[in-house]
């Protein structure tokens, strides 16, 4: 397989009031691989990150889409690959503005994707991935949460929660996108098990994902609690389907 172009890498990177971070979040990801272009998709943050974002588009490599409101992490980056897939793009990662994705590890999820990847995953619970700064309750949750979507889905990935990730352009044409729903954590086990569905290939790179130094996490009750019965529900779904087919085999 040919390299793909990295001129032809959009990052995106949503935002709510992230003033503190997302210009040094952009000043990395632009040292470190110098060819992809930004988009910031931002979520009309109160605290002006758009309006910082659209200084930052002075670089003719970064580019802003300004949404109506806060409307959850999902739509952003649905959003965003539209915006993305709309303009020629042919591989798109996601990647969160606090700094918990560094930009310094980018160009080894690039190459997973030069290798022939479909979808590469920056995984924290693979040899070689770590946290830092992290409570043993974060560890516990996220840990355990993964290991709860391998068991009701049925595949063999270590961090399907994992929100720093890469997808090809087919990939995404290929996954019924319309029809994604879920938001938080959630988007991105249920665009895991999609592309998994659909047979397309995943790759997971270790990464060390580091807490943010500034700002309030996302994280909340609501997210959690939407995980937690999105994935009960494609899991029973998933066994139903596999109790199906074993019966109608017999």
Known sequence: MEGIALSKTLVIIPTFNETENIAG????????????????????????TG???????????????????????????LAGFAWGMDRG??????MDADGSHRPEELPALLAATERGA????GSRWVTGGSVVNWPRR??????GGNIYVRMMLGFAIHDATGGYRGYTRR????LDLHEVESQGYCFQVDLT?????????????????????HG??????????????RVTAWGLRHRYEQLRSLVKRR
């Open 193 to 213: 098990r999609r592309a998994v569905a659909a047979g397309f290939s995943v790759a997971e790179v270790p990464i060390t994902f580091v807490e943010r130094m």
């Open 216 to 229: 309030e996490s996302k994280m909340s009750g609501p997210i959690v609690r939407e995980a937690l019965w």
């Open 89 to 94: 793009y042919e591989t798109f990662v996601e």
């Open 51 to 77: 309006d910082l974002a659209d200084v930052l588009a002075g670089d003719s490599q970064v580019f802003v889409l300004h949404r109506a409101a806060k409307n959850g992490l999902g739509a952003a980056y």
């Open 118 to 121: 479909d979808v590469v995953i």
């Open 25 to 48: 979040m952009v000043g990395r990801v632009r040292s470190n691989t110098p060819d992809v272009d930004v988009l910031i998709a931002d979520d009309n943050s109160p605290d002006g």
């Open 138 to 143: 974060r560890k516990v949750l996220s840990r």
């Open 171 to 174: 990939t995404l044409a290929g």
